[in-house]
């Protein structure tokens, strides 16, 4: 059995990793660490963890991490990753990082985004960790970023038709609405219940947003040029799932069937993205709780736009489940090991 640690687990991101672990056949989870609630029982913090999981949080030292277990998922916020994961990766141990610290290939751009990166060397080696792109990067690295969680839908959804040069990349517009757990477990004014209950409204407009340049990054790729996007993000009143709405300009004559089979070519073999067919939709409500991304295609003939929608749950395929599938690649596992889970509904 593969020994793995959580390190910040009492957030949300960690508590979802407990959930999916515990039905993992080949990992047990030996350590749960957390500054705020050390000494406590992780089933305290998250009573729907009663009984399947017996684990203490506990403080280790820096130093005393690597001996905790052979394979890491960093949770914690940006700035505090690039302090442990170097010491770890030294240690011979691999590594899962869930903030943004290892995401970017261009120190230059995360450091113009969020704040001077400590350890430039091992961002430049680390692979970014979305398996439907980059599944055979992935597999011996030593190092992942796992992707943000608006990235995630977005850059699936629109990846095959910038490959296949069918969108003028000019006219990327990116709606995306978020629940509320995006936003992390601290205590938040813009979080409260009053704040956002019967409520909906945009943040962070006009290219504001820190995962912008994680989106025109991969987009870019995946084009083969440079992208820019206008992504304009929403915050819902729901606690988990988002809802991406993609507009293009199409270069192309092609008719909507022959679009959503760029995607179908795509993800056909994919275990958790599903093509929806024509007349249906995603909705959050029906990936909650799985690892899988809903895409959708439409056609708006009157103004030559292609339409996409893309649900993902923010905390499965947006991070914890994203994160586990990034784990089972890199140690030789089923990649839908743990994440074989039905959408909860209603």
Known sequence: ???????????????ELVRLLSTHPDVTVTAATSRQHEGKPLSSIYPHLHQRTD???TNPTSAQLAELADFFFCA???????????????????VVDLSADFRFRDI???????????????????????????????????????????PTGIILTLAPLLHAG????????IDAKSGTSGAGRSASIATLFCEINDGFRAYKVAGQHRHTPEIEQHLS???????????????LPISRGILSTIYATLTTDADEDQLRELLHQRYHNEPFVRVLDRGEQPATQYVRGSN??????????????????AAID?????AAGQAVQNMNLMCGYDETAGLTQVPLFP
């Open 55 to 57: 684990l203490i949080c």
């Open 314 to 318: 923010n905390l499965v395929k947006g």
């Open 221 to 235: 790729d995946s084009a083969g040029h440079p992208v820019t996007v206008t992504f304009t993000p929403h915050l």
């Open 166 to 173: 069918v969108i003028d990349t000019r006219s990327i517009i």
């Open 1 to 15: 059995m593969l020994r793995v640690a959580i390190i910040g687990a009492s957030g949300y991101t960690g508590g």
């Open 76 to 94: 914690v916020p940006h700035q505090a990753a690039m302090a442990l994961v170097p010491g770890l990766i030294e240690a011979g141990r691999k």
């Open 292 to 309: 899988h991304c809903d895409i959708a295609l439409t056609i708006e003939e009157r103004t030559n736009r292609v339409i996409l929608t």
């Open 108 to 150: 230059a751009v995360y450091e113009h985004w969020y704040q001077t990166h400590s350890a430039p060397e091992l961002a430049a080696t680390a692979v970014y960790g979305l398996p439907e792109l980059y599944r055979e990067r992935i597999r011996p690295a030593n190092l992942v970023g796992n992707p943000g969680c608006y």
